[in-house]
């Protein structure tokens, strides 16, 4: 199959119809596109995850295929106007080559970095994380899956010895007497995961959400729990003591299956429910009504999200609760288990495959000497060629510009300068690079900043795979190919990979300078090409990809990894016999609650904390400019309770400004009781005036590089 040519025709579709799957988040839905006359549209698809539904997201994604503001050009910002001005591809391309052989040349090859995204195809993401350590050399690579679920995934790997988001199929959910969702609104997030809660509760299963807000979910649950933000961890470790009193610990599963439980077990002891209840805010009866259903409900899933993860603690916080998993005796057991709500389209998939600073293909590690014996082997490059582990995300941004920092970043589908913490001051980093290169399919924020932008394919235009929050590795399906002037992200590595090795060799390392046809036949720009070499690459390896063909994932609705041959059978479920360790057990770790990085104070005397809403997606790049999106979520708001409004003389509806340490931002006030008093919350799609990550707090977990999105101290006045 060449770049941007069609899939094959499935069954049952007419030539002008196409199986594929939503562009947006994890659930990853089933959907139909058909084109016609009047253009391209969304019909759902009956698929496993979604059963047929589809939010307003996935309705709408076709209206971005012929968008007004959709980029057809490459621009080049103008030396002598400071604009942005369209230009060829061969301009374009030249343009970057010359900016990176300039900053190779004047500060070496790590000073050029690369910043990937979650929405990447696993073929993108394979060939960014390849680009960046064998074409450009570089040890600065990471995304912004960083962002969204980097504590879950360092938690699972130091318990289970893998990373993946569920360790079960999703209809799991439907099956289970108790379901514990901490941090998670799947109702606004994805809203057809709904149907396995509305499954499981009409099968006599209890559902309890852990959130500061009454959200869309928690309104739907039998038990809300609504803690201070930063306070899980405590009420988890409570949760566990609870547990312990009562006798509910699974203690044969604990010896056979586990280590390190002791040492838990002598943690918790010191958190005693009434001491939980007066940190969290959490009723002593609440836990103990919550702690008895999750010891004595049969089957029993606990899921972590975003509300968990995005803490200067957010591993520990997920440990918290995967260590009250393990001890109940729930990962491995048929119908039960822990598991991670993953966000972006393809954030399991993209940290799987090389994106992340830390790794190469198929989850290894890059500091492996093994590891790198493998995948070099199949890149066709000494091992010693390939560059160390760089830095997390958001060290990276911060870094950018500075002394000793990278001088040059070239973005693929990411929009750091809305997503980032602290986003002002990751937008100047961004201002002080000598090159700045985005791929994009709009002119996102950062693409604004850029010297060259680069004009990308969507996903109804290319072939590919995805792997959605279980671990089930999808097709995507080309309906059309890009329009012309539009270039696939595989194909731009490729040219930029040709053009590099064609440059000038310089005294960076001129024996590493090679031909550009031999460049360009390593960087392949046909999807397939790519997914037959990412299997190679990953097999052996945790996420092994090797035995998943994409015929396979036709015939099978998906394929889930590890599946490492072709005729024997994928992995839906995973630590039914033994867990990912050297000795096949589970590890326990002790946790214990600590502070947020930044309390409140006189002066910034509330909590602020940010999240999503239906109508939006991440930085809101493509979702902001959907009509119907737009329509139903216009803009900012800063949700208060009606309580704090009154004693801050605000209305509904009046516009206010919320300041932090790290800056302000301005949006109309919208009254709930829904929220805590002493909470301020605000989602954090938009820009401009409205970016609520102008005020959040760039701390970042130790373990997992995440920021602390979740909780930081602000001042709210009327503005
Ligand atoms: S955004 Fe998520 S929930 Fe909505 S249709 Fe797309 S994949 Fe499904």
């Not at 729990?225 to 899980?232: E, R, S, V």
């Not at 002598?266 to 009866?285: I, K, N």
């Not at 994106?355 to 093994?370: F, H, N, V």
């Not at 270039?487 to 930029?496: C, G, H, K, M, P």
Request: with cysteine; glycine share 10%.
């Amino acid at each position: 199959m060449t770049d941007g040519a069609r899939s094959a025709t499935p069954p049952g579709l007419t030539p002008r119809e196409v199986a594929t799957h939503c562009p947006y988040c994890a659930l990853q839905c089933g959907m139909t596109l058909r084109a016609d006359d009047a253009g391209v549209t969304v019909h759902p698809r009956e698929f496993p995850t979604n059963r047929g539904g589809l939010c307003q997201k996935g309705w709408t994604a076709a209206e971005l295929l012929d968008h007004p503001d959709r980029l057809t050009t490459p621009l080049v910002r103008d030396a002598a106007t400071g604009e942005l001005h369209p230009a060829s591809w061969d301009d374009a391309l030249d343009r970057v080559v010359a900016g990176i052989r300039a900053v190779q040349h004047d500060a070496g090859r790590d000073a050029v970095a690369v910043f990937g995204g979650g929405g990447l195809t696993n073929e993108k993401a394979y060939a960014l994380g390849k680009f960046a350590r064998i074409g450009l050399r570089t040890r600065h690579i990471d995304y912004n899956g960083r962002f969204c679920m980097s504590s879950a995934a360092a938690a699972g790997m130091r318990a289970f010895g893998i990373d993946r988001g569920l360790p079960f199929p999703l209809a799991d959910l439907g099956r289970a007497d108790t379901l514990l969702l901490v941090g998670a609104n799947p109702a606004e997030t994805m809203p057809p995961l709904v149907r396995w809660l509305t499954e499981q509760r009409r099968n006599g299963g209890k559902l309890i959400v852990i959130d500061p807000r009454v959200t869309a979910t928690a309104r739907q649950a039998d038990l809300h729990l609504q803690p201070l933000p930063g306070t899980d961890l405590a009420v988890a470790n409570a949760l566990l003591h609870i547990a312990l009193t009562e006798g509910w610990v699974d203690r044969d599963y604990v010896a056979d299956r586990t280590t390190g439980f002791d040492a838990v077990r002598r943690g918790v002891a010191a958190w005693w429910p009434a001491r939980a209840e007066q940190l969290s805010g959490v009723p002593v009866a609440d836990l103990e009504a919550t702690a008895r259903a999750l010891g004595t409900g049969g089957r029993v899933i606990i899921l972590t999200a975003r509300g968990a993860e995005q803490h200067a603690k957010g591993v520990d916080t997920v440990t918290a609760y995967v260590n009250l998993a393990l001890a109940l005796g729930l990962p491995g057991r048929d119908g039960s288990g822990y598991g991670c709500l993953t966000g972006q389209g393809n954030g399991q998939g993209g940290r799987e495959h090389g994106q992340k600073a830390d790794q190469l293909p198929g989850y290894r590690k890059i500091d492996d000497p093994a590891a790198r014996e493998h995948v070099a082997g199949v890149w066709g490059v000494p091992a010693d060629e390939l560059p160390g582990p760089g830095v997390p995300a958001y060290q990276l941004l911060d870094s950018l510009g500075t002394p000793g920092g990278p001088r040059a970043l070239l973005v693929f589908g990411s929009n750091p300068v809305v997503s980032a913490p602290r986003a002002a001051r990751i937008e100047g980093r961004l201002r002080d690079l000598d090159l700045l290169v985005v791929a994009d399919l709009l002119l996102s924020e950062t693409a604004t900043l850029a010297d060259v932008v680069l004009p990308t394919a969507q996903w109804a235009e290319e072939d590919g795979t995805m792997t959605n929050l279980e671990g089930r590795v999808l097709r995507r399906r080309a309906l059309r190919p890009p329009p012309p002037g539009v270039r696939t992200d595989l194909a731009i590595i490729s040219d930029l990979a040709a053009r590099l090795a064609d440059a000038e060799p310089t005294d960076v390392d001129p024996a590493s300078v090679r031909p550009a046809a031999v460049a360009a036949a390593r960087f392949p720009a046909d999807p397939a090409a790519v997914f037959a070499e990412l299997r190679r690459a990953s097999a052996g390896g945790a996420a092994d990809y090797a035995g998943i063909s994409w015929d396979r994932i036709d015939a099978d609705d998906g394929v889930y990894w590890p599946c490492p041959t072709e005729d024997g059978p994928d992995t839906p479920r995973l630590f039914a016999d033994r867990f990912a360790t050297a000795d096949g057990r589970a590890r326990f770790h002790p946790v214990d609650h600590r502070p947020a990085a930044e309390e409140v104070c006189a002066t910034y005397p509330l909590h602020f904390t940010t999240g999503r809403v239906l109508a939006q997606y991440q930085s809101g790049t493509q979702t902001r400019r959907v009509a119907a999106l737009r329509r139903a979520a216009p803009e900012a708001f800063v949700e208060l309770h009606p309580d704090l409004a009154t004693r801050l003389g605000i209305d509904d509806g009046d516009p206010v400004r919320v300041t932090s340490r790290r800056g302000e931002f301005r949006a109309p006030a919208r009254l709930s009781a829904g929220i805590r008093p002493d909470t301020v919350f605000a989602p954090f799609h938009y820009a401009g005036a409205g970016r609520a990550n102008s005020v959040t707090n760039d701390a970042v977990d130790p373990i997992s590089g995440m920021p602390e999105f979740k909780i930081c101290a602000v001042r709210v006045e009327k503005a």
